[in-house]
């Protein structure tokens, strides 16, 4: 079962293919595979961001406040009407991550997402955790959330052995588009990072482990305050800069 509600640090580095062979040539010593990682393939996270018409969240986060958050739906891989997927609140503070899950089948998520309309009761009730749905919308009718960009990406996800804190996820073909906003449909959309490159993030309560930190510094690999969203809102921008 997806964890619904935790905290973490989670920080984030641009690496090369050079730095992620290196990395996987010996990370078996320390980590475990994630199970979605069958055969050791990455396997696809499709999001859903969530925003007001003027765009508030996105660009009050890129002036890196103190606090920040987003809305977004998400489904691992290409998702069915029935499917299970996760409208998820992801809260930044100081550093610090909040992230609170409700589960939806998807048809149900539309309809909450077009239409306002809750369905706490049938085969749906028992998946949802109504707390943070409370909290969730709460958000969504306080700001008038509606979707706004999908991102999709390719994913390869670790945990340390015998210590559930840590996880590493190293991500690829991250795609953006801002039409066709919907889950049940192809994967596809702008690429968003340059060939050759990956997003490293790090994800802990406490500290790293040191074997983690020796490897950056032999491989002299930086923190970066890269944001998927951000960057597409970025690239957005960019791309109509002759119509704002």
């Known amino acids: 079962m997806a964890i619904e509600v935790f905290n973490r640090r989670e920080i984030k ?3 090369s293919d050079e730095d992620k062979d290196a990395l996987l040539s010996f990370i078996g010593r320390y980590m475990e595979s994630d ?8 396997y696809s996270i499709c999001n859903i961001y969530l925003d007001t018409e003027a765009d508030e969240l996105i ?4 002036e890196k406040p103190a606090f920040k958050e987003k809305i977004r739906l998400r489904s691992y891989g290409e998702a069915k009407l029935d499917d299970m997927v996760y409208l998820e609140s992801k809260k930044k503070f100081d550093s610090v991550v909040n992230k609170r899950r409700c589960a939806f089948l998807l048809r149900d998520a539309y309809e909450y997402l077009e239409r306002g309309v809750i369905r706490e009761d049938g085969e749906n009730r028992p998946r949802m955790n109504v707390q943070v749905l409370r909290e969730i919308d709460y958000i969504m009718r306080l700001y008038s959330l509606k979707p706004k960009v999908f991102i999709s990406y390719d994913r390869l996800a670790f945990f340390e052995k015998n210590n559930s804190d840590f996880r590493l996820t190293i991500d690829r073909n991250i795609r953006t588009r801002r039409e066709n906003l919907r889950l049940d449909t192809p994967i596809y959309g702008n690429q968003l990072l340059p060939e050759g490159k990956w997003l490293m993030e ?3 309560f406490k500290a790293f482990p040191l074997w983690f930190v020796h490897f950056l510094s032999e491989r002299k690999l930086f923190s970066t305050s890269f944001s998927k969203y951000g960057a597409e809102y970025r690239m957005h921008l960019e791309g109509n800069k002759g119509r704002l």
């Open 13 to 15: 580095y641009l690496i």
């Open 35 to 42: 199970p979605f990682n069958q055969d050791g393939k990455p």
């Open 59 to 62: 660009r009050k986060s890129l």
């Open 202 to 204: 790090a994800k802990a």
